[in-house]
């Protein structure tokens, strides 16, 4: 697995509080009470698509490969979690607390996670294409090799954040980024990007790399 399991939480006394629903907090309760005590055997994800997990802090917790297609998410509390190789397309994550977890390889095509809180987090070779980050937090958070095509970052925190490194980069075709704080953001990236406020306006190549420079970012690369 991408992520190790051992240093998250893996028991019902982990959850810091369960869900309002009745349903979620069952699949909750039978995930967990299913996990095996070693944390390197392969774990049965949780089912949680559709479910409504509102009310809940699953901080910390081993949610590895969850399943949470068009979950809802919302304001719930996931920090430092462990999601590598879930499953959120089409879920409903706004204003939810995902500072410090890990994404990587998780899948959030079409999900909405506006103003989600994601500083810090672990994105790497995640696939978020056409999902709703409007005013997300994303400081410091590791991009590298990540899908965002058609994403929307109008307005989000990307300071300090990391793209691609040398050898990788982050697509961000079409992505509309226009009021997005990007000082100190470093690494490799691959567009056309939209910058346009009002009305599309795609920029790539050198226009793009002085579109980043004159947004404090000229440590970002843009690769054709």
Known sequence: METMSENFGRTRGDVGSFPHDATAKQAL??????????PQIVLPPLAGNGL?????DLSG???????????????VKL????????????????????????????QGRASDAQKALLADADLRSC?????D???SDLRRAKLGNAWLAGA?????????????????????CEVRMAGSRLARATGHVRGPVDVGATSPHLLDGDDLQRW????????????N
């Open 29 to 38: 309760e039978t995930y967990l009470d299913a996990l095996p005590d070693d």
């Open 52 to 56: 409504d997990f509102s009310g809940a």
């Open 61 to 75: 917790l081993d949610l590895l490969g969850a399943y949470l297609d068009e979950a809802i998410l919302d304001d």
């Open 79 to 106: 920090r430092d979690a462990n999601l590598g190789g879930a499953s959120l397309v089409g879920a409903r994550m706004r204003g939810a607390d995902l500072s410090g977890a890990s994404l990587r390889k998780a």
């Open 127 to 131: 696939e978020f294409e056409d999902a």
């Open 133 to 135: 980050l409007q005013n």
């Open 152 to 172: 929307d970052l109008r307005g989000a925190d990307l300071q300090a954040c990391a793209f691609g490194g040398p050898t990788t980069s982050t697509a961000l």
């Open 212 to 223: 980043f420079a004159d947004h404090g970012a000229p440590e970002v690369e843009v690769h």
